[in-house]
């Protein structure tokens, strides 16, 4: 090891003083809810802990009293899965259709990305007015689902720009070369390909969708998603039952985001196992 490796300056140990108390600003709040959700059954919302146990998770979806939290994890979840897969198939099409310049193409562009800088309540309102104008019952996995697609389609169609902004068409040529049809290309060879980052595109998808808030406090109609119904329980719940669904739902973006980070690492794999034996 040579000299200059062994010794460090003044500006790196501020450095890694300044990255350590960023850290620990970002997850040092989500750890304490983390720790303090396994508080005792006679535990409060604040340390020093009494006892250690999971009363709370059981008491919060045992009992009515905090409001549906089942069936509002349910909706979060169906919604999110509807968001992913809608979110997925339309950002891929209109990815590829971007790919060829075409008349109209900077406006549509534009026109897409637009609701990111629409106040989310103010977009929710919009739908929920059309909705009524058009006679039509506000229902979470209708006007929801559109509320929430405002939000995630934009943000997947800038990712897909940028898978396929890195993406060589001479493997869809060599393709075509070979005989293939357009659909076999793209079943075979396109698709296969941008996988990874379909996975991207779906996984924000699912996230943004589950956590959204604004966009659906006027557009779910009288059942409301796990955000709503978690927001309404700050106002009448002091117990440790929040810090339970708080860990919950952490636990369940985690667990998506690192199913999300195994297939790729599977996908990538296989790619690699294929080349070897090429």
């Not at 700050?234 to 297939?263: C, D, E, M, R």
């Amino acid at each position: 090891m040579s000299q200059a490796t062994q010794k460090r300056g003044l500006a790196f140990y501020l450095l890694a003083a300044f990255f350590a108390t960023f850290v620990l600003f970002l997850y040092g709040p989500m750890l304490v809810i983390f720790i303090l959700s396994f508080q005792g059954p006679t535990g409060g919302l604040t340390f020093p802990m009494r006892g250690v146990s999971t009363h709370w998770f059981q008491d919060l979806w045992g009992a009515t009293r905090y409001g549906d939290l089942g069936g509002a994890f349910k909706r979060s979840m169906l919604l999110g899965l509807m968001s992913l897969t809608v979110t997925g198939v339309v950002c891929l099409f209109a990815g590829l259709a971007f790919r060829r310049r075409f008349f109209g193409a900077g406006p549509l562009f534009y026109l897409a990305i637009t609701s990111l800088v629409v106040p989310g309540i103010l977009l929710g309102l919009g739908i929920s007015q059309l909705f009524q104008l058009l006679g039509f019952r506000l229902n979470w996995w209708l006007s929801g689902l559109g509320a929430h697609l405002s939000w995630t389609l934009p943000f997947g169609l800038l990712i897909m720009f940028a898978v396929l902004n890195r993406f060589d068409s001479s493997w869809e040529e060599a393709a075509r070369d070979a005989g293939a049809s357009p659909w076999q290309t793209l079943r075979w060879v396109t698709v296969p390909i941008l996988f990874p980052g379909l996975i991207a595109v779906a996984l924000f998808g699912f996230t943004l969708s589950y956590d959204e808030m604004p966009r659906s406090l006027l557009t779910v109609g009288g059942k409301n998603t796990l955000p709503i119904e978690i927001s309404n329980m700050t106002t009448n719940v002091t117990t440790p039952a929040l810090y339970a669904i708080g860990t919950v739902t952490s636990v369940i973006s985690f667990a998506v985001i690192a199913l999300a980070f195994l297939g790729i690492a599977l996908i990538q794999k296989r790619r690699a196992r294929a080349k070897r034996g090429a």
